[in-house]
């Protein structure tokens, strides 16, 4: 015998309606023996509230009975044969003149008592219940209508009524001789008192119903059959990535619910859990989902917890002072005070020393709460043995759940890094002995934020989601989304790594979509969507967005990203740059920018600032990290003079190497933007600084590639006859690196701290002589890398090459 519950939703319109008659004659027709508990249609039981509010307050409520009316007469005059019609209609027609008969003496009376309401609120299921079982006696005979307030006995607390569970367990139990062939559909959350009148049994009072019954009758199981599938773990509507859970305890469901999963309430289960009678969780729009089973054992699992659950709106009341240290009875005093008041208790912790205990309430009750506390408490608070009691609004609570926690070391520790790390400070903490739950109050705004950022660290077989924002869109930002996209599958598949640009910016226009941007038209989107961009506006927009995980990605060459990279880092949100200028300006900046990245648990990277794609910042920060000592680096870190040079033989002049370079595109329109040597300072400079070094770009001794007339002419066309009259100059040097049998190379050095670059002729050995073509090369010579430098090649320029870098790095925060 089965107990099979439906929510509102289940018999909310014609079509869910057939759900459930089918859920049920499946049942009948597979003997399982089952019995009904239906709630009110979707938006009843409100629509009788309001009824009943309006005729007490003489407000019109006609319009409203005839919209009851109208929709469960369209359900019977769609799903019952018009032959059997008059008697359903009538009977509902009977109904509802009750009910208008009851609201007119209200309206009467202009008094709305609680048991006048329980009444008015009881015909929701009254109506649904005998319109339903009336549908399904034209296929089940056996189908029959039954008002559970004859059997559910109930004392006189009107709206929130006590079971009187002797009496109801008698009541019922004659069912089961009197009514054992029949499919029986029961009103759920109404009983009466021992005189008969209607009762409610509150919140969750139709799951209730449902588990009295199933505990008398000793069903096998108790099946609610509700609008989601089973209980997730999380809230779906704010964590996307949540998903059913199989089999949960009693007491892990219990936990979740009172903690806001809405999907069952905590006190209904009790019948069941007496009775260690399994409540499974059913979608009534995809029955063939098996659900959630809730039973007595929690089940295996290869997650540490559950679920995590939350109470969106609390308020926190603070209470300290030396007057509670070491005074017995002190807390039994504060909270039998709430108690005798109904002010529920949420959660509390108290600090070891006694000095203070933290407690979290309702908001609705904190200021009555506090206006006891101050009257309860007014001697101790008038000889400062209690600081006055503070509260603080707009908090949350988090909780995580599950058995296996305690068989689970480093559970807190996860936690609090998920949060720390997304920048959300915890107010406050509880965690039982049993290990069961460990709670947090965090800020209001930080709820979703924080949902998502611990799933995402508890749940480790799901996708890690990265939420980037990205500035710029010309050739490396466009090729970075073109590899993105590209590699979204593969990260999915083999690194459980999801990246979404969630927000990208030009210096025109910028565009944002929470869901993620389509990288395979997001140019067009970008123009057609998008709004007039401003890179305050979209720092600003992108921390208002409070995402988890959060990357800021500057593919720009431009000076303003940098100036907001520390408001970005104090709002925990990682940086990945292919931008220099902020690693490379005054050294106290580039301090403060890593200073901010290490206290706001953020990661900053910045690999493609030196040679593009090639792990040469990498490189080095693991010899440091790993305990070696760098001697020395040597380093050629310009593709464009690696070109020039690598060409500069033979008959060519250096003159005409340096204009085939600008006509393909090797250099800036201006060569000497290159030849002059800064950005290959800038490089330089951050590998001196992340080595250790303090350093300012002053005091790079910065050799110069071409005479003071070439840098000082005023055009780019003079500077091309300045470099034709300095050939003499060039040729010189070739010629003598010629007889030499050495070549040319403009090489970086970092030696005692000090960084020099200069023109230098080396020999057939160096590991610089071979380079060709325009490519980087980096020398590490280090205690273990003494004998055999460690050598770093390849392209140090490109849009491809320098995007995969931005890629690399990105893919690896938070890793």
Request: proline content about 3%; overall charge negative; charged content about 20%.
């Amino acid at each position: 015998m089965k107990v099979l519950k439906f929510g509102g939703t289940s018999v909310g319109t014609i079509d869910s309606i057939k759900s459930v008659l089918a859920i049920v004659k499946q049942s009948f027709d597979q003997g399982e023996q089952p019995l009904v508990v239906l709630s009110a249609m979707s938006g009843v039981t409100n629509l009788l509230t309001a009824m009943a509010e309006n005729a007490a307050a003489r407000i019109p409520f006609e319009a409203d009975i005839k919209t009851l009316e109208e929709r469960h007469f369209q359900v019977v005059k769609s799903l019952i044969a018009v032959k059997y019609q008059n008697p359903v209609l009538t009977k509902l027609k009977l109904l509802i003149n009750e009910l208008d008969e009851i609201l007119q003496g209200v309206s009467a009376l202009k008094e709305l008592s609680a048991q006048s309401k329980d009444l008015i609120v009881s015909f929701g299921e009254r109506l649904s219940n005998y319109m339903v079982a009336k549908i399904l006696e034209q296929d089940v005979p056996q189908a029959e209508f039954l008002d559970a307030s004859h059997y559910i006995k109930t004392d006189n607390n009107f709206g929130h009524a006590q079971v009187n569970e002797e009496l109801t367990q008698q009541l019922i139990q004659a069912l089961s001789y009197t009514h054992s062939d029949k499919l029986l559909f029961v009103t759920g959350f109404i009983g009466s008192n021992d005189k008969g009148r209607i009762t409610t049994l509150g919140r969750g009072g139709s799951d209730y119903t449902a588990a009295i019954f199933g505990s008398v009758l000793n069903a096998s199981a108790i099946e609610i059959w509700t609008d989601v599938n089973g209980m997730l773990t999380a809230d779906p509507r704010i964590v996307k990535k949540a998903f059913s859970l199989p089999v949960l305890s009693y007491t892990e469901a219990m936990e979740l619910s009172y903690f806001g999963a809405k999907v069952i309430y905590p006190p209904t289960m009790i019948p069941a859990f007496l009775k260690k009678i399994p409540i499974v969780i059913r979608n009534t729009f995809q029955p063939e989902f098996s659900g959630t089973v809730i039973q007595f054992e929690s089940g295996s699992s290869s997650f540490p917890i559950k679920g995590i659950s939350s109470i969106s709106d609390i308020s926190v009341i603070n209470l300290s002072g030396s007057g509670m240290i070491g005074k017995s009875g002190f807390s039994g005093r504060l909270f039998t005070l709430l108690a005798r008041e109904q002010i529920n208790v949420v959660l509390i912790t108290q600090s070891s020393s006694e000095h203070s205990i933290t407690f979290a309430i309702n908001p609705d009750d904190a200021v009555k709460a506090l206006a006891l506390i101050k009257t309860e408490f007014e001697l101790e608070l008038e000889a400062n043995k209690l600081q006055m009691p503070t509260v603080e609004d707009n908090l949350s609570v988090l909780a995580i759940v599950g058995e296996n926690m305690k068989r689970t070391p480093g559970m807190s520790g996860k936690l609090f890094y998920a949060l720390g790390r997304n920048g959300i400070n915890v107010r406050a903490i509880a965690q039982g002995s049993s290990e069961l739950n460990i709670s947090v109050i965090i800020g209001k705004e930080n709820l979703s934020k924080a949902l998502n950022a611990v799933h995402d660290a508890f749940f480790a077989e799901l996708k890690k989601t990265l939420y980037v924002f990205n500035v710029g869109t010309g050739n490396i930002g466009t090729t970075l989304f073109k590899q993105i996209h590209e590699q979204h599958d593969f990260l999915l598949a083999h690194n459980d790594v999801e990246i979404k640009v969630v927000g990208l910016s030009n210096s025109r226009k910028m565009l944002f979509d929470v869901d993620g941007v389509d990288l395979s038209r997001w140019s067009e989107d970008l123009e057609e969507s998008g709004e007039v961009a401003d890179l305050s506006s979209f720092i600003d927009r992108m921390k208002a967005m409070n995402l988890p995980n959060c990357v800021f990605i500057d593919n720009t060459a431009s000076k303003l990203p940098a100036t907001y990279y520390l408001d970005i880092f104090k709002s925990n949100i990682s940086i990945v740059t292919c931008n220099k200028i902020a690693n490379s300006g005054a050294y106290a900046d580039y301090q403060s920018l890593h200073d901010a990245a290490r206290k706001h648990g953020v990661d900053f990277f910045y690999e493609t600032n030196v040679g593009a794609g090639l792990p040469i910042v990498r490189v080095l920060k693991d010899l440091m990290l790993s305990g070696d000592r760098l001697v020395k680096i040597e380093a050629i870190l310009s593709g464009t003079i690696s070109y020039i040079f690598n060409n500069f033989t033979g008959d060519a002049s250096f003159y005409d190497v340096v204009k085939k370079a600008q006509e393909l595109g090797y250099t800036e329109p201006d060569p000497r933007d290159d030849l002059g040597g800064i950005d290959f300072m800038r490089k330089m400079l951050i590998l001196a600084r992340d080595a250790g070094n303090v350093i300012e770009p002053t005091d790079v001794d910065l050799g110069a590639i071409l005479p003071e007339s070439c840098l000082s002419a005023s055009s780019v066309d003079d500077f091309y006859t300045e470099l034709l009259k300095a050939d003499a100059y060039f040729t010189a040097l070739k010629e003598k690196a010629e007889a030499e049998k050495k070549v040319i190379r403009y090489i970086g050095k970092l030696t005692d701290g000090k960084v020099s670059i200069a023109l230098e002729m080396v020999e057939e050995n160096h590991p610089f002589y071979a380079l060709s073509g325009s490519d980087n090369i980096i020398s590490f010579t280090t205690e273990r890398y003494k004998e055999r430098p460690l050598v770093v090649k390849g392209p140090g320029a490109g849009a491809e090459v320098t995007a995969a870098g931005v890629f690399a790095d990105l893919v690896n925060v938070g890793a």
